[in-house]
């Protein structure tokens, strides 16, 4: 299983960044896929997840619901967080995962600074 994030970078609080995650190595359209995100000195936590079917269920944290949009295309085995008007609270190391029930597995990250 391997799973690649990108798209992080730093943004004024307002802007926007698309964040994606291509991932291998697992028939990636059985799963849910997920992206989670760690600040400094926090716990890791879920930010939002899209099941395996398009359409289908998506959740997302109250922190971001209304401003993330989760999506993913089946074909070519990606998974996108679009984040709009940023605050600097969404600071934190951002993290595709996958529960192959278990273990859940994670991406290497990917950095969104959005400044105070």
């Known amino acids: 299983v391997q799973l690649v994030e990108s798209g992080g970078a730093s943004v004024q609080p307002g802007g926007s960044l698309r964040l994606s995650c291509a991932a291998s190595?697992?028939?990636?359209?059985?799963?849910?896929m997920s992206w989670y995100r760690q600040a400094p000195g926090k716990e890791r936590e879920k930010v939002a997840s899209i099941a395996a079917v398009v359409p289908g269920q998506i959740w997302y944290a109250d922190s971001v619901k209304g401003r993330f949009i989760i999506s993913r295309d089946n074909a070519r085995n990606m998974v996108y967080l679009q984040m709009n008007n940023l605050k600097p609270e969404d600071t934190a190391e951002y993290y595709c995962?996958?529960?192959?029930?278990?273990?859940?597995?994670w991406g290497q990250g990917t950095q969104v600074t959005v400044p105070s």
């Open positions: 995962s996958v529960l192959i029930p278990p273990p859940r597995f």
């Open positions: 190595g697992f028939s990636f359209r059985t799963y849910t």
